[in-house]
């Protein structure tokens, strides 16, 4: 329901810049793949004759004539009561298929009342005034989050029929204060949990639990709300919402809306110091395709440019290609200069300061009036400027923003002409979720994925295939996760004493964690049930791994500029660490971990920073395994111990480390699920891998193996992590271990063990294709490495995957899981 008035010669504009960019010397060699994703029709159905009549007429009021054959089947079912998952493409219109339903009990209903969850409080926002708009007196809709003054929560507790939260605020606000709802969950009728693909690994899991306890605290007012789920296109919908809910859920998944014509191109900055003539990538296609796959260009290189006094080097000497954020900053500077409206995807809040400051410094050079036409948008603002921001892009005031993924959700942003996307978002979904922002209004788009110096990111751009021609992933989490579970249980029985029949509904584990908690104490056994202890109510992160978390103040002023999480703050905000707000660049001078706070100071570095972290791994237990000749691979428990050491200091605009300090912080514990594979001291020497190459070949090994596990399993690097030793003590054998970065585990782990020889081939396959002698970050090096990336032997990785995948997958074309013992 956005107000652009964005045309086709909108995007006419953005596809001429992409030419231009294609034939331009400096950048034709980026682009290694175009593929053009064609236009397609729309099939509509009629209004239900259970529509509310004032309803549908504010919908075809709005545009809508008739709603798309899957929005009616969605709205059908719901109203039906089935719990039923509509998931569609991106800006399909799915808010149409569960407002139908809910907006018309709620008109016909006077008790009746509806939840609708969304992830991030933006989205929250703008369903809100997308039900505003409709103008319907006898709806009253409000949000309800942590932006909620006091006086107007009182209100919403007592008058609002549709309140639009996030799981977080249902955790911490309304479930615990349940007895002050009691009249609104006796009318509960309706539960909408919007985008709910993003509900994956730990947080996931949380979510799993929050909404289990929902249920427990609707059947205590005699509620049984029907579950709505929306969802971006995701393998097997069905079973990641029946394990998200815990209730069986009906599947709508055939997209029947129309969509506009979208060219996607992959693309892969410079080597720095570089220019036309590099040799072919081994891993790229022979030309550059477009549409049709009739090739348009040959796929050049960029080497040194003519001239140059040096080339930047990194770790261990590798070449250097420029960051992913420089290079979307200078494509967004290009596109609003055309007056294409583009949103910059980045991974961070540092990232899209970063880009968003770069992409005004150019246009300050070529264009200086389009300058304050770009902003940065991402967690961490006060409310009042992520509700500004929104409304200036909206109204096209705004021509380019650089976003965390707050923005890759549906916020309804119509008439966007471009999307550029710095580094693979960690999921398919993601990447095609974000992708799907540009050419919401119906015309044709421009999307763009600019690849990180990063094993994955070079895979996937020379690789065409396992972008646009596999489906995308299944959400991953555990709700039965112990570490997870045991908080959720404790949160149960302070709301309400926890039952028999109650933990029938928190799964197989329940009880066993119930009497863990008994014997420590946490709750108690009564006739009745089981009470909580404490007089506090439990404290549990949702969305953190636990800890308070830190804040970041500004020292001279005491200004508080946002938070971390407590897990991430020892590699973050660290003694002598860059921090980014607003624009302004901050370097922390204190870390407080007995306080939780992180003291900062203005400072205008040009540099950045990046934390060394020393890890150490035990084995708790083996689960399952799968041997072969010289080669064990086993899923278990481990127990992982990481300290921050040091950080290094890096160079802006090239990477460069420019020197290294260290840290004194204490160390941490985590006990989480790993994969790891052994080998034998006969197969490394089979494969010529001598003794002093063992360290190196393990540790190349296991960094572009962590690189490479996005392809398998529904996570980011920065979700695991991975340690590799030539003898370890637990298996007497060179071994390599990743693990989920989180505790008690993910999920992710477990993908690896399962599909172990498609892995390690992809793994190979990445690490010999590229062109480095010796390893770069496009393979072997990694940018989380707390050794430096030191030793790292990259020919003799290879030759030991080569050896692995021998005994483990001697056909690759059968490609076999693992044999389970």
Not at 250 to 257: I, Y
Not at 264 to 276: C, M
Not at 309 to 314: F, I
Not at 393 to 413: N, Y
Request: charged share 25%; hydrophobic share 40%.
């Amino acid at each position: 329901m956005g107000s652009s008035a964005a045309t086709e010669r909108d995007v006419a504009r953005a596809r001429s810049v992409l030419s231009r960019l294609a034939l331009d010397g400096r950048r034709a060699a980026n682009i290694t793949h175009v593929e053009h994703v064609p236009a397609r029709g729309g099939r509509t159905a009629a209004w239900p004759d259970w529509a509310d009549e004032v309803l549908v007429g504010r919908l075809r009021a709005a545009g809508i004539d008739q709603p798309w054959v899957h929005q009616a089947q969605t709205a059908q079912a719901a109203h039906e009561g089935r719990d039923v998952v509509l998931a569609t493409g991106t800006a399909s219109g799915k808010s149409v298929g569960y407002l139908l339903p809910v907006l018309s009990r709620l008109l016909g209903e006077p008790g009746a009342r509806a939840v609708y969850l969304a992830p991030t409080k933006a989205l929250a926002h703008d369903q809100l005034r997308a039900v505003r708009s409709l103008r319907l007196t006898g709806v009253r809709a409000s949000t309800y989050d942590g932006d909620t003054p006091g006086p107007e929560r009182e209100w919403v507790r007592a008058h609002a029929t549709l309140v639009l939260t996030n799981p977080d605020m249902l955790h911490r606000g309304i479930l615990p204060a349940h007895r002050r709802w009691s009249s609104f969950f006796r009318g509960l009728r309706y539960v909408v949990i919007d985008e709910c693909h993003g509900y994956r690994g730990v947080f996931g899991a949380h979510v799993a639990l929050v909404l289990r306890r929902l249920r427990r605290v609707c059947a205590r007012y005699g509620a049984r709300p029907v579950f709505i789920l929306a969802s971006a296109t995701v393998a097997d919908p069905g079973m990641s919402a029946s394990r998200l809910t815990g209730v069986d859920v009906e599947v709508v998944d055939t997209d029947t809306s129309p969509r506009g014509p979208l060219d996607f191109a992959l693309y892969e900055p410079p080597l720095l110091g570089a220019r036309a003539g590099r040799r072919e990538h081994p891993l790229a296609p022979p030309s550059l395709e477009v549409g049709d796959r009739a090739g348009v260009g040959e796929q050049t290189g960029v080497g040194e440019r003519a001239g140059a006094v040096s080339t930047p080097r990194g770790e261990n000497d590798a070449p250097v290609r420029r960051a992913a954020t420089a290079e979307s900053a200078d494509l967004l500077a290009d596109l609003v200069t055309e007056g294409v409206r583009t949103l910059v995807f980045v991974r961070s809040r540092r990232a899209a300061e970063i880009v968003a400051a770069a992409a005004r410094r150019g246009l300050d050079e070529v264009a200086p009036e389009l300058a304050a036409r770009v902003a940065a948008y991402r967690a961490g603002y006060l409310a009042e400027e992520r509700r500004d921001l929104e409304s200036r892009l909206r109204t096209g005031e705004l021509l380019g923003v650089a976003a965390t993924s707050a923005l890759e959700l549906g916020v309804d942003i119509s008439g966007l002409d471009a999307t550029v996307i710095a580094g693979f978002p960690g999921t398919l979904a993601s990447l095609w979720q974000q992708a799907g922002r540009a050419g919401r209004a119906g015309q044709g788009a421009l999307a763009v994925l600019v690849a990180r110096d990063d094993p994955l990111d070079t895979y996937l751009v020379h690789h065409p295939a396992t972008v646009f021609g596999r489906p995308v992933e299944a959400s991953v989490f555990d709700p039965d996760n112990p570490y997870v579970l045991m908080p959720h249980l404790e949160c149960a029985a302070s709301e309400l004493p926890l039952t028999d029949e109650d933990l029938v509904l928190f799964g197989t584990g329940a009880r066993a964690a119930v009497d863990d908690l008994v014997r420590r104490g946490r709750l108690r056994r009564r006739p009745t049930g089981w009470f909580w202890t404490q007089r506090q109510r439990p404290d549990v992160d949702i969305r953190g791994a636990g800890g308070s978390p830190v804040r970041i103040v500004e020292a001279g002023t005491g200004r508080l500029l946002g938070t971390v999480d407590a897990a991430t703050s020892h590699s973050t905000v660290h003694q002598g660490a860059v921090y980014l707000h607003q624009g302004a660049t901050f370097v922390v001078a204190e870390l407080d971990l007995e306080d939780s706070v992180a003291f900062v100071e203005a400072a205008s570095p040009d540099w950045t920073t990046v934390a060394r972290e020393h890890t150490d791994i035990s084995i708790v237990e083996s689960t399952r395994s799968a041997r072969f000749a010289d080669v064990e691979i086993h899923l278990g428990t481990v127990e992982v111990t990481s300290q921050v050491v040091g950080f290094q200091r890096r160079r802006l605009a090239t990477g460069e480390i420019l020197g290294q300090e260290p840290l004194d912080l204490p160390p941490r514990q985590l006990r989480t699920r790993a994969v790891w594979y052994t080998v034998t001291a006969e197969l490394l020497a089979a494969a010529g891998i001598e003794p002093a190459d063992v360290p190196g070949a393990v540790h190349a090994a296991e960094h572009a193996a962590i690189g490479l596990l996005p392809l398998f399993a529904t996570c980011d690097r920065w979700d695991i992590g991975g340690v590799s030793t030539a003898l370890h003590p637990d298996t007497g054998r060179t071994s390599v271990f990743v693990y989920d970065g989180h505790a008690g585990g993910a999920g992710f782990a477990e993908r690896g063990f399962l599909r172990v020889a498609s892995w390690l081939r992809a793994t190979r396959d990445a690490v010999a294709a590229c062109e480095c002698p010796a390893g770069c970050p496009s393979c072997v090096q990694s940018p989380k490495c707390g050794n430096g990336n030191e030793p790292l032997a990259k020919a003799a990785a290879v030759r030991l995957l080569d050896s692995v995948l021998t005994a483990v997958d001697p056909d690759p074309a059968k490609a076999p899981k693992p044999r389970e013992e």
